[in-house]
């Protein structure tokens, strides 16, 4: 009898895709609700998005159910955070946390596409973009998922920062202002939805400043 | 079965004894899950072409007269995309000692960042710094623990301890060389051109990280998978100091200026009728 191989895979992409921008002293955080496998709808109305900490927001996409996981575990190590330092993570902590979390599962990865973004110890914006297994980068903007290669160029062309390798170094955020940060990410997903498959149905937008987290919604095309 | 050495991995069991479960994953290291599956190397080799990790790329390190010169593109590419232009590619492990990145981005940050909590261990355990002999030891002997799993790091740890300045070349497979001069990457073979022909053991600071400077961007020009900025640092008795960061695109007309020339028939403008 010949040998016979599983077909079966631990992972499915259920596509999306998840933008962050950093501003100076905001951070805006967009996903789409769609949730996809194959050439099927799952759900119209599904979040990415999740508030980890009072000034962390993290959007992922990739394999919902690996991302849910991982939503999980950092929430309860934030937790768990909070009752050792009676105070909350900072983003940057965040950062390094998720990082090592996802470079735990190196040999078994979390099939998780992430953008963090938040308000670092300055008030500043800032935004921390990830692989799937824990390679972290500090940047003005990011996107990730089935829509990054269509709307990184653009926002390359919109917002491109100078490098922070740069010597002498200049800044990282963007001169805009939070409401033409907030447009910018509309336009973003209202061009990849026209030409990427598995973005569309919703946006769902976090903006989080000083104030606090706001939350918008906008709809975009169902096709 | 093989045993696989997680000793990398291990801490010092905690003081208190037995910690409640909820804070069990933070005193501990937590282990390295393992797929359960028969055919551990074709789920590896899927994982990676998943991840596929980013292995476009121009590190390059040598030894001269006033400590070491280490120099590095910072793109990281996925297939054809470009994923990043603005990666720190030299990673500073300490104040005394650098790595550098090529291979899988995600594998060379940890294992940089696990070095450097090992090194500032070994200072508190010996009251001295760690010489670069031992670093790179430590370093190599976790990778070789790893080697066949996966992992794709090709690093350089460059540093200056009590014997001087040290250069050594490590990687996944489990190598470990020293040497004075070293480029390791997909645009290695340009930079190591440039680097080779203008290579001598006295010059100066200035000379040293101008010749660095240019092998990376040479690199950068010829090959696809590097880009972005040069970055290159001195490491001299006093430890690590970044000289520069320039965008290679910028460094192009630094090196090829363009010759103004004569217009020899203006553009006109055309009627539209």
Redesign the interface.
């Known amino acids: 009898m010949p040998i016979q191989q599983a077909n079966w895979s631990p992972y499915d992409n259920n596509g999306g895709t998840c933008v962050a921008i950093a501003g100076a002293d905001y951070c805006v955080v967009a996903a789409d609700t769609r949730m996809s496998t194959g050439y099927n709808i799952l759900t119209r109305d599904y979040s990415k998005i999740i508030q980890l900490a009072e000034k962390s927001v993290m959007a992922s996409s990739g394999f919902q159910a690996d991302v849910r996981a991982l939503q999980k575990v950092l929430e309860a190590r934030h937790l768990a955070y909070q009752h050792q330092h009676n105070k909350q993570m900072s983003c940057p902590a965040m950062a390094q946390l998720l990082s090592n979390t996802l470079y735990y599962k190196r040999f078994f990865p979390y099939y998780s596409f992430n953008v963090l973004g938040g308000l670092d110890s300055e008030g500043k914006g800032c935004v921390f973009t990830y692989d799937a297994v824990g390679s972290y980068e500090r940047v003005g903007y990011s996107s990730q998922g089935s829509g990054s290669t269509l709307i990184m160029p653009f926002l390359d062309n919109q917002l491109k920062s100078p490098s922070p390798l740069l010597l002498p170094a200049k800044d990282a955020v963007t001169p805009l202002s939070e409401s033409e940060a907030v447009d910018l990410v509309k336009t973003c997903f209202a061009s990849a939805t026209e030409r990427d498959i598995y973005t569309g149905d919703k946006l769902e937008i976090l903006v989080l400043n000083a104030k606090g987290v706001l939350r918008e919604y906008m709809e975009l095309r169902k096709d | 079965m093989m045993k696989i050495d997680f000793s990398g991995l291990e801490q010092n069991a905690s003081l208190r004894g037995n910690p409640n479960e ?2 069990s ?2 005193s501990t290291a ?6 359960n599956t028969n055919d551990f190397d074709g789920f ?1 080799k ?2 990676i072409q ?2 596929k ?1 980013a292995k476009g790329t121009t590190t390059l390190a040598f030894i001269f007269k006033e400590g070491v010169m280490v120099a590095a593109d ?1 793109r990281a590419s ?1 297939g054809g ?1 470009i ?6 590619k030299i990673i500073e492990i300490n104040p005394h000692m650098l790595g550098t990145m090529a291979g ?7 294992w940089h960042r696990n070095l450097g909590i090992k090194c500032r261990l070994h200072e508190l355990a010996n009251k001295r710094r760690i010489s670069v002999t031992g670093a790179s030891k430590l370093l190599a002997n976790i990778l070789y623990s790893y080697r066949g ?3 794709s790091v090709g690093t350089m740890i460059a540093g200056w301890d009590e014997k001087g300045p040290g250069l050594y070349y490590v990687d996944s497979e489990g190598g470990r060389l020293k040497g004075t001069r070293f480029s390791v990457g997909s645009g290695s073979p340009y930079a190591y051109g440039v680097l080779d022909s203008g290579y001598h053991y006295d010059m100066s600071v200035e000379e040293a990280a101008e010749l660095a400077r240019r092998a990376i961007y040479h690199a950068t020009f010829r090959d696809g998978a590097s880009g ?2 040069v ?1 290159v640092y001195h490491v001299g008795p006093n430890g690590w100091k ?6 290679v695109g910028e460094l192009h007309y630094t090196y090829y200026p363009v010759e103004p020339t004569t217009i020899e028939q203006e553009m006109a403008e055309v009627s539209v009728s």
């Open positions: 909820l804070l994953g933070l937590p282990e390295f899950q393992i797929p590896q899927e994982s998943m991840v990790p910072s996925m995309y994923s990043s232009q603005s990666v720190k899988g981005a995600a594998d060379c940050q940890f799993m996966g992992l972005g900025v970055s970044k000289l520069s960061g320039d965008d």
